[in-house]
C-alpha cells in the first residue's frame, strides 16, 4: 500500500459544481495535512493545512480531515475553469527519528466552462 | 516577504556532465527540501537540510548530493548527468511543517 493515495483522475466537473478530492493516508498518527495545487509547468502552491479532525474552510475551499478513517478530502465550491489544476495531498509521517511530507501522486481537476 | 528563490530557472547540459542548483529560503526558515518531478512521477523526495545537517534522505543515487549554508541557501548538484535526470526540481522551505515551493529549475540533459 502506497503511503499516500490518491485518484489519478481526471476528474471532470462542470463550471459552477462542487469537485471533491479525496486522499488516504497510511500512517496512523500522522498529525498535519496539506492541499497544493499545481498548474501544469509551475511549482505547487500551498492551499491549506489541516491538523484536526473535521472540517476547515477558506473561501470556496473546504478541507476535511477524519482520522479514524485515515482519509482527508478537497471541497472546491462553485468550480471555475481557473482552478483546472492537479491537486497534491501531502502528510507529515513518521521516518526514523524524525517526520517527513510523504506526496500522492496528484489528481488532475479539469472544468468545464 | 520574499518567497523562496531559485537559480538557473532554466539549465540544457550534455550527458557526463555536472550541475549545481541553488536555493534561497523565504527569510527565518531553516529547512529546505529537494524535489525531482518528472511527468507521471509525481514529486520524488531527495533530501531535506536542516541548520547545515541532512535531516532526510530519499532514495536517488550518490550522484545527487546536497549542502546548506549557515545562512539557510542551499544548494544541491548532480554529477555525471544521464538522460533520466531532466526533470524539473524544485526545493521548498520551511518552517514548521507547511513547505513552501520556488519556481522550479528546469533541467534539460541532451
Known amino acids: 500500500q502506497k503511503e499516500v493515495e490518491q485518484n489519478s483522475g481526471p476528474l471532470s466537473v462542470p463550471e459552477g459544481a462542487i469537485a471533491s478530492l479525496n486522499c488516504t493516508y497510511s500512517d496512523r498518527v500522522s498529525q498535519s495535512f496539506f492541499w497544493y495545487r499545481q498548474y501544469s509547468g509551475k511549482s505547487p502552491e500551498l492551499i491549506m493545512s489541516i491538523y484536526s479532525n473535521g472540517d476547515k474552510e477558506d473561501g470556496r475551499f473546504t478541507a476535511q480531515l477524519n482520522k479514524a478513517s485515515q482519509y482527508v478530502s478537497l471541497l472546491i465550491r462553485d468550480s471555475q475553469p481557473s482552478d483546472s489544476a492537479t491537486y497534491l495531498c501531502?502528510?507529515?509521517?513518521?521516518?526514523?527519528?524524525?517526520?517527513?511530507?510523504?506526496w500522492g501522486l496528484g489528481t488532475s481537476l479539469a472544468v468545464n466552462p | 516577504k520574499a518567497g523562496v528563490t531559485q537559480t538557473p530557472r532554466y539549465l540544457i547540459k550534455t550527458r557526463g556532465q555536472q550541475v549545481t542548483l541553488s536555493c534561497s529560503p523565504i527569510s527565518g526558515h531553516r529547512s529546505v527540501s529537494w524535489y525531482q518531478q518528472t511527468p507521471g512521477q509525481g514529486l520524488q523526495f531527495l533530501f531535506e537540510?536542516?541548520?547545515?545537517?541532512?535531516?532526510n534522505k530519499g532514495n536517488f543515487p550518490g550522484r545527487f548530493s546536497g549542502r546548506q549554508f549557515s545562512n539557510s541557501r542551499s544548494e544541491m548538484n548532480v554529477s555525471t548527468l544521464e538522460l533520466g535526470d531532466s526533470a524539473l526540481y524544485l526545493c521548498?522551505?520551511?518552517?514548521?511543517?507547511?513547505?513552501?515551493f520556488g519556481p522550479g529549475t528546469r533541467l534539460t540533459v541532451l
Open positions: 501531502a502528510v507529515n509521517m513518521r521516518a526514523g527519528n524524525n517526520r517527513k511530507l510523504i
Open positions: 521548498a522551505s520551511s518552517r514548521g511543517d507547511t513547505q513552501y
Open positions: 537540510y536542516f541548520s547545515e545537517t541532512q535531516r
